[in-house]
């Protein structure tokens, strides 16, 4: 089978009725926890992004809880999987600010785990990347906003 573009996706969503086009996205989120995620943000959370990134910050906490600070190596994949759950929720907002609100936030957690970011390969550059994302995001922000992150990213240099 053969994907159709996006494009051709939207044209065809246009020519369908109301009714349809709820039963192809009730459809749609059966299928896959992702669409369900993605669905849920959408329709209850993007109307007020301050409180989105709240939960998502609640999450990361309770998440860094689990975090195994004797056994580096279950340290670093308990990072990565908070890590991966701070991308998803970045993905579904799409605004730069909730990425940079939340890659600051992350980076700020682990630095205060107290792990040794830069004695352990892994866990520096776990922290490196994140940081490099922080300042290439910041790229496209209004200028005064760039000072504002800028501020809340020079305790974590």
């Known amino acids: 089978m053969k994907t159709v573009s996006l494009k051709e996706l939207k044209s065809e969503l246009n020519t369908l009725q109301s009714q349809q086009v709820i039963e192809l996205c009730v459809k749609l989120a059966k299928y896959k926890k992702e669409n369900k995620e993605l669905l849920t943000y959408l329709l209850f959370e993007s109307y007020d992004e301050q409180l989105y990134v709240k939960e998502v910050k609640n999450q990361v906490d309770e998440l860094f809880g689990d975090v195994n600070k004797n056994n580096l190596y279950l340290a670093k994949k308990t990072l990565r999987k908070i890590l991966r759950t701070v991308n998803k929720y970045i993905k579904y907002s799409g605004s730069k600010q909730t ?5 600051i936030y992350f980076c ?5 785990t107290e792990l040794p970011l830069h004695t352990n390969t892994a866990l520096g550059n776990i922290y490196a990347r994140q940081i490099q994302r922080i300042k290439k995001a910041m790229t496209n922000l ?5 000072y504002d992150y800028l ?7």
Do not use: A, I
């Open 142 to 146: 209004h200028e005064d906003l760039q």
């Open 151 to 157: 501020e809340e990213l020079k305790p974590l240099l």
């Open 108 to 112: 700020s957690k682990l630095r205060r």
């Open 99 to 103: 990425e940079l609100d939340l890659l």
